[in-house]
């Protein structure tokens, strides 16, 4: 599945979505250690679109994550309202080695005082979008600032490269009919942080997805079917670990499915904003099914 992501904070309460890598594609760990001290550091998650650092101390810690929209001008724009959004609770620094609208920013506290360990950035290049934060125990230098800038830089080749483009925003497991049943308005947008996770959100809606194949997929599917206080309604189709979940207690309200087959884990939701209705949740096991089958 091929579409656009647009601006948008996405709230995954109660959604396993996984990440496991012990490599960045585009960033090497070492730079990051010898950049911004406080080592060792370590890959926490890696993929076309998406990186994240952290030291020994998770206090420290360094990440982006790319998003691709329609166009460059709707790139820009995204940068530009996020400039916007943040400028009145922040201070706000211009960027331009990450675009003509690029920023660097620090929020305010409710003193008006910055944390002067902690920074994040919204820059673009093409059609591509780029969003980062860095987090560090000491207070962080005009060089390491620029350091981070630079390195998310680094990172925004895709923007010249259709076959990178693609990549960052193609999810296998999702049909295009099937996701615009659930997410019929709006400008559709996704993200792929890696080869297990996809994340498509529009008008609000969200819908995730995590495909994991280890020994251990069972065990992880049992324990997410026990979690959340929800409904729990079997789906036997799919073997003895498979269930429908909703009306949830616990996080926001949404239809989840939780699968063990053939030595993988899929976990897949749909956030709306409202409880999700029968006829959406027989979608969402129709999109389960799609993703078992590729």
Request: aromatic share 6%.
């Amino acid at each position: 599945m091929k579409c656009a992501w647009m601006i948008g904070m996405v709230w995954l309460a109660g959604c396993g979505v996984g990440f496991a890598a012990t490599k960045c594609p585009t960033i090497e760990t070492a730079v990051v250690e010898n950049g911004f001290g406080h080592g060792p550091w370590r890959v926490v998650s890696g993929g076309p679109g998406e990186c994240s650092f952290m030291a020994a101390d998770t206090s420290n810690n360094f990440g982006f994550s790319h998003m691709v929209n329609e166009s460059a001008e709707l790139a820009t724009k995204a940068v530009v309202e996020m400039r916007d959004a943040v400028a009145a609770t922040s201070v706000v620094v211009p960027l331009p080695s990450l675009g003509e609208k690029a920023i660097a920013y620090q929020m305010k506290d409710d003193r008006g005082v910055v944390n002067p360990g902690s920074i994040f950035f919204y820059g673009s290049r093409g059609s591509l979008t780029v969003s980062g934060y860095l987090n560090l125990t000491s207070p962080i230098t005009i060089e390491q600032r620029n350091l981070a800038a630079s390195l998310l830089a680094s990172t925004l080749g895709a923007a010249t490269s259709a076959r990178k483009l693609a990549k960052e925003s193609d999810c296998p497991y999702l049909d295009d009919a099937l996701v615009k049943k659930l997410l019929p308005t709006g400008n559709l947008s996704a993200i792929v942080p890696n080869k297990q996770s996809c994340i498509v959100s529009a008008d609000g809606r969200v819908i995730t997805l995590s495909m994991i194949k280890d020994a251990h997929s069972g065990t992880r599917a049992q324990a997410m079917l026990q979690s959340g206080g929800c409904q729990r309604d079997p789906l036997p189709k799919f073997g003895e670990i498979a269930a429908l979940l909703h009306h949830c207690n616990e996080g926001n309200p949404r239809a989840q499915i939780v699968i063990s087959h053939d030595g993988r884990s899929l976990d897949i939701a749909y956030i709306a904003g409202p409880e999700p209705n029968a006829e959406q949740r027989a979608t969402l096991i129709e999109l389960a099914a799609y993703a078992l089958r590729h």
